[in-house]
């Protein structure tokens, strides 16, 4: 089987580490996931690429990430960061791990040498075993782009990157809009396009739906091809009982006039949605009024990787239901 999954950070990465142990154990295999990975978060931090929601997937599937966090890596230390801070190099408010460092001097070097990101973030995958386990992770477009926040400052429309008001703001500061800055220039990756129109399953895991999602289906053709696939498209809630579980995707979905609810985020995504599983705390309002998707319920929240793997099993039987 051929699954094709849409991804953020942490919420998507804990997601598709459980949907690799839930394969694992059918015991029906080999099967083989593409990911396609958000870059709306990217930044250029002391002259390096950081991509935080593509490194948040390679370490969280190759076993290095940093538990708590959900991001970064495990056993990380900030002698680097420290030394930058020391010589009053900005920004301070995200802070990069030596670990880390290596990572992003590598991307960098590589992408200066001409390498597109697809192909730097092939290399990368090598390293954290991906291959291996038969996952395929496409960053969603080799073009930069850069989700930036509008907000006010002094009376004034200004644009901060989408880091500066999340990390350094806390999503405290009211927001406009959002713009990502390159994406109506962009095209999807090689692959990306082709692994939703041939997929067997589409997945969308409980990922932040406007800055992680919604920025993957702004990609030229990536909506499309959702519209378009033969292949059940099944997503997760990343809402439960009205709240976001962390991170502050309640203050997204406001900038879009939506209230935090499973119902409105599937509402984001209803020309294409077939299934739609949901907490059992949703049970009740999983779906808006007059949408076709199938729904299903079920405890959603990813306590550890076994019950990660259950949700994943949850999602992939509605989905193999729908085909
Ligand atoms: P980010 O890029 O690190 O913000 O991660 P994602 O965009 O992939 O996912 C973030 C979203 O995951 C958050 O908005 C949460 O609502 C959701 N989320 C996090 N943990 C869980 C969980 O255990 N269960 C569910 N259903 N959603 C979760
Ligand atoms: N999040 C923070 O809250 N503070 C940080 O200093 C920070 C550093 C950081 C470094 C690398 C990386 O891959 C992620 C990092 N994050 C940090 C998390 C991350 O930027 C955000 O949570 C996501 O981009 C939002 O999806
Ligand atoms: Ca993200």
């Given amino acids: 089987m051929h699954i094709t999954a849409l991804a953020g950070g942490v919420g998507g990465a804990r997601f598709l580490r459980g949907l690799r142990r839930h394969l694992d154990q059918r015991d029906d295999g080999p099967h083989e996931l593409t990911i396609v990975g958000n870059t709306g ?3 250029s931090l002391f002259g390096l690429r950081v991509c935080p929601d593509l490194d948040t997937l390679l370490y969280t ?19 680097v960061q420290d030394e930058l801070q020391a010589y009053g190099a900005t920004p301070q408010w995200f802070r990069l791990g030596d670990r880390d460092f290596g990572t992003h001097v590598a991307r960098s070097q590589w992408l200066a040498q001409g390498q597109t ?11 954290w075993g991906l291959p291996d386990q038969g996952v395929r992770l496409l960053p969603m477009t080799d073009v930069p782009v850069e989700t930036h926040v509008v907000i006010e400052r002094d009376g004034q429309e200004q644009a901060i990157h989408f880091q500066e008001w999340w990390v350094r703001h806390q999503a405290a500061i ?3 809009r959002f713009v990502v800055a390159g994406l109506d220039r962009a095209a999807a990756a090689p692959g990306v396009l082709d692994a939703l129109r041939s997929a067997d399953v589409v997945l969308l895991p409980p990922s932040n739906p406007v800055v992680s999602i919604g920025v993957i289906l702004g990609v030229p053709g990536v909506r499309d091809a959702l ?3 033969t292949a059940p498209v099944v997503g997760v809630s990343p809402i439960i009982g009205g709240a976001p579980v962390r991170g502050h995707a309640d203050a997204c979905l406001a900038v879009l006039d939506l209230e935090p609810s499973a119902a409105a985020v599937a509402g984001l995504y209803a020309d294409f949605l077939d299934g739609w599983l949901v ?7 999983p779906l808006p009024r007059g949408s076709r998707a199938t ?8 306590r550890d990787i076994d019950h990660a793997a259950k949700i994943a099993g949850g999602a992939l039987d509605l989905a193999l239901g729908l085909a």
């Fill in 117 to 127: 990101l697809s192909q730097v973030t092939a290399r990368l995958a090598a390293r």
């Fill in 279 to 285: 907490d059992d705390a949703d049970a009740d309002d």
């Fill in 174 to 176: 009211p927001a406009r």
């Fill in 61 to 79: 599937l190759g076993g290095g990430v940093h538990e708590g966090q959900g991001w970064g890596r495990a056993d990380e230390s900030f002698a």
């Fill in 295 to 302: 729904s299903a319920h079920m405890p959603i929240l990813m």
């Fill in 227 to 229: 519209r378009g696939t």
């Fill in 41 to 43: 978060d990217d930044i």
